[in-house]
């Protein structure tokens, strides 16, 4: 009778918008079972604008310390890290987190915008817009052309149609000259936060 309450409690909380962590904290209950009770809860755009909006809160001002080690964990997951090439490159689609990482190389790594070189790949079905997706990437990241080399078109079965002409603009690797004593310093980074498990 008692998991009935809490979760009948559980499911007012979560329709009123809560986290599922909100609700384990305010229930004692483990996060685990708050997520089974609350599973097939649908939340309406005022509860996920909430809940967006308290995340947002959670992060304040990011700290330098802050931001070297968040790039390290980014570059972990979409960096070159292959053990055959010293090469220091990072790539994504999302110009957010090109973005990010530029300013990590920049404002970490000392790197200046004339030692990027950028190439971007993009699905051969949407080859007509290579045009476009150099310009976008030129004017987001602020590199001038004449740092990107040839656009890569790649095969795919894939043949997604976009309601918008210009959603579509490939993924961006973000490469760095003369990279070799930056990517063994990467190396090292790397290791130290793996090690903090």
Partial sequence: ?????????????RLKGRSISEISEKLSVPKSTVGVWCRNVRLGKEQIKKLRQEGLSDIKDVSKRDLFVLGIAMYLSE??????????????????????????FN??????????????RINEFHKNKIGN???YWSKIIGIPKNQFTKTILI???SKKIYSKDNIYFGTVR???????????KINGWVEGLLKLN
């Fill in 1 to 13: 009778m008692a998991n009935v309450t809490e979760k009948n409690k559980a499911l007012k909380l």
């Fill in 133 to 135: 997706a150099e310009s």
């Fill in 79 to 104: 960096g070159a890290t292959s053990e055959c090439s010293e090469e220091v490159s990072f790539t994504n689609s999302d110009f957010r987190t090109i973005l990010f990482m530029k300013k990590w």
């Fill in 174 to 184: 973000l490469k760095v000259r003369q990279g070799t004593q930056l990517r063994r």
């Fill in 155 to 157: 095969k795919s079965k």
């Fill in 107 to 120: 404002e970490i790594c000392g790197i200046s915008n004339e030692r990027f070189i950028v190439q971007i």
